[in-house]
């Protein structure tokens, strides 16, 4: 159930933590975890109004929830967390624990940071997480089909310091490519991968078209989203009752400003607060306002009695623990995003699409092979860095980083710098300085989170020792 109201978030996340945090509190106390149990695993879901969709892939823990839809996965800010990923899929996967920073071991790519799991086999995530927000997970092998059809769940990462709204709701926003009775049809166009990429047919919400949820009325709901599409971008808006921005991709802005509209792209996640209306059977929508066909991405509606909140009492989130970049000594690294001529297919890590379309410093799949070559760039411990992002092409990508978060220094393309993020939605012609320390040591992915760019060569690593 998505809508979790103030007494059964006390409720859930007191039974949450019996699950898992018997696992936390012993692995604290033994060294021994009692893992969340994910499976990897088909199903079939009601996702296209003229039929079942078979196939489907998902992450189940026992209890199936009532969509089919992965698991919202509650973690405690610096507290140890253990999952098991068991594949009953047919194919190898792994989990990557997007905007987490944890140790390299545990970011769940193949060939670089742990084996694949084959099918039948399974694998023991843990590690602590160090950020409190809203983050996600999905595998990285054969992603474009895997997250395709259904791997992708939003984690919330819980900070006891964290102020308590009267409800919260997660959305979880992604597209499928069904045609006709509900069957997946194929994941991409090459023509479309070398432009903006192909988008689904179906547009949800946690699995669900245009869905509704009740919220107090008069009350200050926290909602959680987490763009986890293949290739969407979102520009959201609020229509019916005032909303605050209150974090972005799993940092708190400084000081909460009103939604107007906010684009944001596939890996990206947004954290507002909407004060619902008095009245009682009201509706708020949330829509994306963006491209031919607008749409509803959630209706709200008020129930009960007004709570008479006021949303000048939302105050900034706790900041997350991240370092300050020292801009005297940071080293500059220029990373250009462009086109490349299509050429023939590489092998990456995970598996190819077959096209190579995009690079990075004009080198298509920098090191992002079974036989990893050359990183991007090599960084020193514990040093800063200004990395001169420079998107030279038409078209928006989402630039994600693993294991690391950095600043948007300064933008030819913006005015309000976000806080701390672990991927920037690159606008066409972008030129901007993204600010970071490397205090993570491992070999970190760098791609674009449109997976079919990240499949056509727009992805390398750095390397951090
Ligand atoms: Cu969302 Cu390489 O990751
Ligand atoms: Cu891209």
């Known amino acids: 159930m998505p809508i979790i109201s103030r007494r059964t978030i006390l409720k859930g996340s007191a039974a949450a933590a019996a699950s898992f945090a018997i696992g936390g509190g012993l692995a604290a106390r033994n060294g021994i975890a009692a893992p969340l149990r994910l499976k990897a695993q088909f199903t079939e879901a009601a996702l296209a109004s003229d039929g079942i969709t078979p196939k489907v892939m998902t992450y189940g823990t026992g209890e199936a929830a009532a969509t089919g839809m992965p698991p919202v996965i509650r973690m405690k800010k610096g507290e140890p967390f253990a999952a098991r990923l068991m594949n009953a899929l047919d194919e190898p996967t792994t989990i990557h624990w997007h905007g987490l920073r944890i140790v390299n071991a545990m970011d769940g790519v193949p060939e670089m940071t742990q084996p694949y799991v084959y099918p039948g086999d399974g694998f023991d995530y843990t590690f602590t997480p160090p950020d409190a927000g809203t983050f996600w997970y999905h595998p990285h092998c054969n992603t474009l089909t895997q997250m395709g059809h259904g791997l992708t769940g939003v984690i919330v990462v819980e900070d006891p310091a964290d102020p308590v709204f009267d409800a919260e709701i997660v959305l979880n926003l992604r597209?499928?490519?069904?045609?006709t009775g509900g069957a997946f049809i194929a994941p991409f166009k090459p023509r479309d991968a070398a432009?903006?990429?192909?988008?689904?047919?179906?547009?949800?919400?946690n699995w669900q078209q245009q869905p509704s949820y009740d919220a107090p009325a008069g009350g200050l709901v926290r909602i959680r989203m987490a763009a986890t599409d293949v290739t969407r971008i979102y520009s959201l808006a609020a229509e019916g009752a005032p909303a605050v921005v209150i974090a972005l991709d799993g940092n708190p802005v400084d000081a909460p400003y009103p939604l107007d509209l906010l684009d944001f792209g596939p890996g990206q996640r947004v954290e507002l607060i909407v004060r619902m209306p008095d009245q009682e059977g009201t509706e708020v929508k949330l829509g994306n306002v963006r491209g031919s066909s607008p749409f509803t991405i959630a209706t709200l509606r008020a129930t009960g009695a007004s709570l008479k909140r006021d949303i000048r009492e939302v105050k900034p989130l706790p900041a997350n623990p991240v370092a300050e970049v020292d801009l005297s000594t940071a080293k500059r690294i220029p990373l250009d995003f462009t086109?490349?001529?299509?050429?023939?297919?590489?092998p990456s890590i995970c598996g190819t699409i077959g096209y190579t379309f995009w690079a990075i410093n004009k080198v298509p799949w920098q090191g992002d092979t079974p036989d990893p070559g050359a990183p991007v760039s090599e960084l020193k411990l514990g040093k800063s860095y200004v990395l001169q992002v420079r998107n030279r092409t038409p078209h928006a990508h989402p630039i994600h980083l693993h294991g690391l978060s950095f600043r948007i220094l300064n933008s030819n393309?913006?005015?309000?710098?976000?806080?701390?993020?672990?991927?920037?939605?690159?606008?066409?012609?972008?030129?901007?300085?993204?600010?970071?320390?490397?205090?993570?040591?491992?070999?970190?992915l760098l791609h674009c989170h449109i997976i079919e760019h990240q499949k056509t060569g727009m992805s390398g690593y750095f390397r951090i020792v």
């Open 195 to 205: 432009r903006g990429g192909t988008y689904g047919t179906v547009r949800t919400t």
């Open 175 to 179: 597209d499928w490519r069904l045609g």
């Open 339 to 346: 086109a490349t001529a299509e050429h023939a297919p590489v």
């Open 413 to 444: 393309k913006r005015t309000i710098l976000p806080p701390p993020t672990d991927t920037i939605l690159l606008l066409p012609d972008e030129q901007a300085e993204l600010g970071l320390v490397a205090d993570n040591p491992g070999d970190w």
